[in-house]
């Protein structure tokens, strides 16, 4: 039996060393058994690690005074050595002293929290105003003043680590797990960023801890911070509010970017999102539009969906949907522009690639409705 328990303790043992080996720590994320606030690269986020240590040792002295001195009385005067209780009521000496002193601790306190608080919400003067939108379950970025203006899009969970995580994460697990995305948001280094938040649905929340900030998104409602970044590199986030079941499949990754290789991804992302520009009026084959709605499926429907269009708990199957083998293919398409229960609206989305997906999942799995959706027809149910 010893025998067994020994066996059992090295396998124990030897599961840890490995597990500890696989992971490390990622530069601008989480670190390994990390124990203190991330290492900061905004002024912000030092001051606020500056305040963290300044708050922890003052209160730290504070108790070691207090209960020192109180069990130093009780041991010191205590009934077993002759010790006899004073008799006495107030001291108006005592009672200034026990006000003042504490008054003036607080005031101590409460003067750099206050200065660091008001820093951390002047949005003004910035260089460059991003717009985040919490989708469930996914951020979109709409580049709104500065370098970049005009720039727009979708920033989901990288699909190689959904892949991982419904395989239960086994096997090799990159230090990136969870937290890498196709789209990054960029902005340059050392440039004020502002940072505005709402929400397409439920609250949601946009933070990076190596910025010092999180801001709260909520539908219905316009939300701001900012940040300035003196180092290039990757920073990463999550979603920091309970926004669904996929709430763990929402990170933020910041690109920051030194100001020439920012120009150049500017000047990139324009001429890609002018290459999108597509013709709503241009008529499309069943079998292009649902190629190009297999990549829409799989950027924004497959993870609740899923690939095989079963869904699954909530999340009704889109194989063999009733809305989607109806002849009437305005049902749909008002599904999706506008949602409906559980399913968020993607009015986001263009025209063309709404058709696309919608004509996607009209011909894939058991459906064969031989439907096709044109830009045209959802372009002309937008707003009904």
């Known amino acids: 039996m010893k025998s067994i328990y020994n066996k059992l303790a090295s396998l124990l043992l030897a599961a840890t060393v490995t597990g500890a080996h696989a992971v490390n720590d990622l530069p601008g994320g989480p670190a390994v058994r990390q124990l203190n606030l991330h290492p ?12 963290h240590w300044f708050m922890l040792i003052t209160c730290t002295v504070i108790f070691v005074v207090v209960f020192g001195v109180m069990f130093y009385s009780i041991w010191k005067h205590r009934k077993s050595v002759g010790h006899k209780p004073a008799n006495f009521h107030e001291s108006v000496t005592v009672e200034i002293i026990w006000t003042i002193i504490p008054f003036v601790i607080v005031i101590l306190m409460a003067l750099p929290a206050t200065k660091v608080l008001v820093a951390s919400k002047d949005t003004s003067n910035a260089d460059v105003t991003i717009k985040a939108t919490g989708y469930q379950w996914k951020w979109g970025y709409d580049y709104l003043k500065g370098e970049g203006e005009g720039v727009s899009f979708l920033s989901t969970l990288d699909a190689t680590h959904r892949e991982i995580s419904n395989d239960g994460a086994k096997g090799t697990i990159p230090d990136n797990y969870l937290l890498k995305v196709d789209n990054p948001l960029v902005v340059p280094v050392n440039k004020k960023v502002r940072i505005i938040t709402t929400a397409n649905d439920v609250i949601h929340a946009w933070g990076i801890p190596a910025f010092g900030v999180k801001q709260d998104a909520i539908p219905g409602f316009v939300r701001d911070t900012w940040f300035r970044s003196e180092k290039t590199g990757d920073f990463y986030g999550q979603c920091y509010e309970l926004c669904g079941k996929e709430h763990a499949y929402m990170p933020i990754h910041v690109k920051v ?14 001429k890609a999102m002018a290459a999108k520009q597509d013709d709503p ?3 499309w084959t069943l079998d292009d539009i649902s190629k190009r709605g297999e990549k829409v499926y799989a950027s924004n429907c497959a993870a609740c969906h899923q690939a095989n269009g079963k869904g ?3 999340i009704k199957p889109l194989d063999g949907s009733p809305v989607v083998l109806d002849a009437d293919k305005t049902k749909q398409i008002h599904t999706v522009l506008n949602g409906k229960g559980a399913m968020p609206a993607w009015k986001q989305l263009s025209d063309t690639d ?3 997906v919608i004509s996607y999942t009209k011909n894939n ?20």
């Not at 900061?40 to 305040?51: F, G, K, P, S």
């Not at 970017?257 to 324009?270: F, M, R, T």
């Open 281 to 283: 009026a241009k008529v």
């Open 365 to 384: 799995w058991s459906n064969k409705t031989g439907q096709l959706v044109q830009p045209a027809e959802v372009l002309a149910q937008r707003g009904k």
């Open 312 to 314: 699954a708990g909530p």
């Open 40 to 51: 900061a690269v905004t002024r912000i986020a030092e001051e606020q690690a500056w305040l």
């Open 354 to 356: 709404i058709a696309a």
């Open 257 to 270: 970017l030194a100001a020439a290789e920012y120009s150049a991804w500017v000047d990139g992302q324009k």
